[in-house]
């Protein structure tokens, strides 16, 4: 029979060391965390053969007393936290105090410092052997430099897990780079190999803070993205979210940060990605950078040892808060200030250009940078995922039952719209007259006036700035989308009650579920009672979703509350079945339409929702500014 024995502190640090330090990106976060923790506002970070020969890591922090400085290698020892009520509530980055063992224990590491007000700097040394330290003079300013040479030297097996010096160091920057988006007004410089990477300057302004937003994501990114600020209920979000027509292929631009910790959360996750669903096709992935401020208090850091997870106290408010925010941004863009960012991103790219131009006349003076020149914001996403004709046979009798609906929607709707059943256009002139003479007196629409159709698919327009392109069919199709959803939530929803109520074998946990969610059910039109100890009964279902699969939708909507503490599938049910009719019943290509028709689908536009995009996540609409064609012709040149 094996007796246990206690491990010696070697072993235990090498065993720590497997869920801390997975790679040389783990080493430089750890590190780097610290050294914020120590209220550094410049580090440095210099790596060879992707951080696995050596990384080496300076800054101007607090720094660590003589007396700290073998302490500082021993496990669960930190300055950071001292009681249970500190744990609770931690403000710092650090906290666990495994980090410093965990790599002394697995290379050579090499730790110098000297504190503030002291007199003299101090060196340790350790070599993953014995966890004695060696302390000695040295000579260093104020603030700690920390060498870490030959990653995994005495653990081989771990080392043979390693990739390529580059896709090593890929990860290493991802890691400088999430730290140097979480703190702008601390300075980073990274470089590989003697070439360097990153020089970023700490700012304090959101101009400055977009410049490093450029620096690290791309000027593309900063010029298709909208600033956010809120805040409600104790919680603050800001940041930046990326328009629905710069969405990417994979989950790749996110980045977010919980009291200035970098965090990936599934209820984050399905929050944002709830708040998207109406502007994004399948398979697109929004793109942001979102800063999330609360009490440290509600929200426990201290879930996985990477502490890369994070749990809050109201899981409920924090998503609710989130998507409602979000939503609301994305919801509020209209043309109007669409247009004005267009046309401000093409001046900032003139002036670059005349500023180009004439410091190529001075070679002895310094060249300067421009900001903010690039791409227009409306014209990055490629055509998405298109409705299937199959769903519409299956759908038939639903569509049928909500005739009278639509016939209302169309019946009230303004010039330009389209019966959803019949597809005729309604028309009235003399509304588009007072149109006119109302743009008159208050000037030129942000989209402008109709000049023509073009292939019986765009429309033309003239508005200030110079040439409005419009899909139309996209454009009118987001438009009856959006009229729908408003009469049909305005109306509340319409219930349906069962001639066969449905019965549901459920866990029992799942019954007690629904006992307790039992408002959400009824919020639409869905009437849920518990039938038994592990048995639920369907008894009423809202009419637009009474011919889809009962049992199916009542189990996505309890898996969803289990898994988010909130579900929206009824909503994405309703409103995918409106989106096919706005779909179907919005204006075809190659059909003409006249100027009248065409200027009221404009003036719709500029006051919908979302009308930036189609149901599927394309652009319905984009603007060429004057500078820009008469670059086509090469005018003023």
């Not at 942001?288 to 509600?298: C, I, K, S």
Request: hydrophobic letters at 40%.
């Amino acid at each position: 029979m094996q007796r246990i024995n206690l491990l010696s502190p070697r072993l235990a640090n090498q065993i720590a060391a497997g869920e801390v330090v997975e790679r040389p990106a783990s080493v430089v976060k750890e590190l780097l965390e610290n050294s914020l923790d120590a209220g550094a506002t410049q580090l440095d970070v210099e790596v060879e053969q992707g951080g696995v020969r050596q990384i080496k890591i300076r800054d101007n922090g607090s720094g660590i007393v003589k007396d700290d400085l073998a302490l500082a290698l021993s496990r669960h020892a930190t300055s950071k936290i001292h009681t249970l009520d500190d744990l609770e509530a931690v403000q710092s980055l650090g906290f666990r105090g495994e980090a410093l063992a965990s790599i002394s224990s697995v290379s050579r590491l090499l730790l110098t410092s000297k504190a503030r007000g002291e007199q003299e700097a101090w060196r340790v040394e350790a070599e993953g052997k014995d966890m004695g330290a060696n302390v000695r003079p040295a000579s260093h300013p104020d603030g700690t430099c920390i060498e870490v040479r030959d990653l995994f030297f005495n653990t081989p097996a771990r080392r043979k897990f390693l990739r390529t010096d580059k896709t090593e160091f890929n990860h290493l920057s991802e890691v400088v780079k999430r730290l140097a988006l979480s703190r702008y007004d601390v300075a980073f410089r990274l470089s590989h190999d003697g070439k360097q990477i990153y020089d970023l300057r700490a700012v304090t302004d959101q101009m400055h803070a977009e410049h490093r937003l450029a620096s690290l994501l791309g000027k593309s990114f900063v010029q298709n993205a909208l600033a956010i600020d809120v805040e409600a209920a104790g919680l603050r979000l800001w940041g930046w979210i990326g328009l629905p027509t710069f969405s990417r292929s994979q989950a790749d631009l996110q980045y977010f940060f919980v009291n200035g910790r970098v965090v990936k959360d599934k209820l984050v996750a399905h929050a944002v990605r709830q708040a998207y669903r109406d502007v994004l096709y399948n398979g697109r992935h929004p793109t942001f950078v979102l800063y999330l401020e609360l009490d440290p208090a509600t929200v426990d850091v201290n879930v996985h040892p990477t502490k890369h997870e994070v749990r809050f106290r109201d899981g409920r408010l924090v998503h609710d808060f989130l998507f409602s925010k979000i939503h609301k941004v994305l919801a509020d863009v209209r043309p109007e200030a669409a247009v004005d960012e267009v046309v401000e991103t093409a001046q900032v790219e003139e002036i670059t250009h005349q500023n180009s131009l004439a410091l190529a006349n001075r070679p002895t003076s310094p060249s300067e940078g421009g900001f903010g020149a690039g791409s227009n914001a409306w014209m990055s996403a490629s055509p998405g995922g298109q409705s299937q004709s199959g769903q519409i046979s299956g759908q038939l009798g639903v569509m049928s039952q909500m005739s009278n609906f639509a016939n209302e929607v169309s019946a009230s709707a303004p010039a330009g719209s389209v019966n959803p059943l019949t597809g005729e256009i309604i028309s009235r002139p003399e509304l588009y007259k007072e149109g006119v003479e109302e743009a008159e007196r208050s000037g030129m629409p942000p989209l402008g006036f109709a000049i023509a159709q073009l292939h019986g698919i765009y429309i033309l327009s003239e508005n200030q700035q110079g040439l409005i392109v419009v899909d139309m069919h996209a454009a009118h199709e987001r438009i009856l989308y959006e009229k729908m959803k408003n009469a049909f939530y305005a109306k509340q929803i319409v219930s349906q009650p069962l001639l066969v109520p449905i019965n549901i074998a459920v866990s029992q946990s799942e019954a007690d579920l629904v006992e307790e969610a039992d408002d959400v059910f009824n919020s639409f039109g869905l009437r849920v009672e518990r039938s038994g100890p592990e048995s639920i009964m369907v008894r009423e279902v809202p009419v637009i979703l009474s011919q889809g699969h009962v049992e199916n939708l009542v189990r996505d909507v309890v898996s969803d509350l289990i898994v988010h503490g909130a579900t929206d599938i009824l909503e994405a049910r309703s409103n995918e079945l409106m989106a096919t009719m706005a779909c179907h019943g919005s204006v075809r290509a190659n059909r003409k339409l006249t100027v009248a028709e065409m200027n009221s689908l404009l003036r719709d536009m500029e006051i919908t929702e979302r009308s930036g995009q189609c149901n599927h996540g394309r652009p319905t609409w984009t603007q060429m500014t004057m500078s820009e064609l008469d670059k086509l012709f090469l005018r003023g040149r």
